[in-house]
């Protein structure tokens, strides 16, 4: 149900039978119209496990109509709540609280007064009477919030919570879940791939811890700079079969499976593939819902895209990333691509470029070895043109003598 924030004196609220959540974009409380207005004995609202704290917890005197507890979230999340970003359906903010009330005798009231004041040490609290569950959604785009309560005691009239499931809720701690992308060649099960010839086929495989369960959405194809081709749309569906399926969930709903053939961009050898994961715990009713796949097996035209080189390369028109895409984390995998014959001409390449380079080491050897020869031609001809001036001078100086 949509949630605002209630005034005290709204008569409206003491008609109320079950608990209200207070939930906003900067808070999140409780009010809990007392069913025991005619008690003589005061009451205590508190954070479970800040009882201590006395921003934490509420105070109310005997034959108080309604109870509240408002913890304000300007300044972090204070007294354990528990916060967790939503990105399906709708990008938002999701927050929850555990709260008691309590009963407590008139001279606990005046110290808890007291404490609120500043004056003494809050004495333990003890005997928990009822126990609440607050759960808000805050969505942003919208400026909406909702909320609900779940009441964990033996009270009719109010929502329960299965035993078994209270204590499956109460050992999960709220926090993001482990989730990963991979791409395997051969099989499911095969190595992760990394380099991969076009045409190949390759399994996509996404997977959440077993806790949850996953809804894989709003996938693209990018080359890692400004071009890129949504393959799944925000529905979780593919927008073009003949580049990728539907992702199948098969019996076991925190892993999605996906076979495809490898493409790519016409101007890149690598492709990145961008997805958003959707995951919500199981024992939640509402998961299997929300997770639940609704696709038709069927090629949309509007999203059809051109193919070259028998539809492994993809040709976009419009391609640049929109700003109107939410800045929100994505599982990204690479992939660096071939043509299907340059593997086929590698060895062919590196033979070539053997003989290539044994051709130019002889050449090498050839070169030095007339380098050589030259070098001792011109040494014995230096030698003989030497033998021959210094003869020609001897037969002067001879004729010389003689005459």
Request: proline fraction near 5%.
């Amino acid at each position: 149900m949509k949630i605002s924030k209630f005034p005290l004196t709204d008569q409206k609220l003491l008609t109320q039978k079950s608990p209200i959540p207070i939930c906003s974009s900067d808070s999140i409380g409780i009010l809990i119209p007392n069913p025991e207005v005619l008690s003589d004995l005061p009451f205590i609202i508190y954070a479970n496990g800040y009882e201590e704290q006395p921003k934490c917890l509420q105070p109310f005197p005997p034959g108080s109509p309604l109870l509240r507890l408002e913890i304000l979230l300007k300044f972090g999340f204070p007294c354990g709540v528990n916060k967790r970003r939503m990105v399906f359906p709708r990008v938002g903010l999701e927050y929850s609280l555990r709260v008691l009330l309590n009963h407590i005798d008139k001279n606990e009231f005046q110290v808890h007064m007291n404490r609120i004041n500043g004056f003494q040490k809050l004495p333990k609290i003890q005997n928990n009477q009822r126990i609440f569950d607050i759960h808000c959604q805050y969505f942003s785009d919208i400026n909406q919030t909702v909320g609900q309560v779940l009441e964990i005691s033996a009270v009719t009239g109010t929502l329960m919570v299965d035993k078994s499931v209270d204590e499956k809720l109460s050992s999960t701690k709220i926090h993001q879940p482990e989730c990963k992308y991979t791409i395997h060649s051969n099989s499911v099960d095969g190595p992760v791939a990394d380099k991969v010839k076009l045409g190949d086929r390759v399994f996509h495989r996404w997977r959440c811890d077993e806790r949850y369960a996953l809804k894989v959405y709003r996938c693209y194809a990018t080359d890692g700079r400004n071009r890129e081709h949504q393959i799944i749309n925000d529905q979780g569906c593919s927008t073009d079969t003949s580049l990728m399926p539907h992702p199948q969930y098969i019996d076991n709903p925190s892993q999605a499976l996906a076979s495809s053939r490898v493409f790519r961009f016409n101007s890149s050898s690598r492709i990145f593939f961008d997805c958003l994961l959707y995951a919500c715990l199981k024992i939640d009713p509402e998961c299997r819902r929300t997770t639940q796949q609704k696709c038709i097996s069927r090629i949309s035209s509007r999203n059809t895209y051109k193919f070259q080189r028998q539809k492994r390369e993809i040709t976009s028109n419009s391609e640049m990333i929109s700003s109107e895409r939410p800045q929100i984390d994505k599982l990204t995998v690479r992939l660096d691509t071939v043509e299907a014959n340059e593997e086929n001409n590698d060895k062919s390449t590196e033979c070539k470029l053997r003989s290539a380079l044994e051709y130019s080491q002889k050449a090498v050897k050839a070169l030095t070895l007339l380098n050589l020869v030259s070098l001792l031609t011109a040494v014995l001809l230096g030698f003989a043109l030497c033998c021959l001036k210094r003869r020609s001078n001897n037969k002067i100086i001879i004729s010389s003598l003689t005459g």
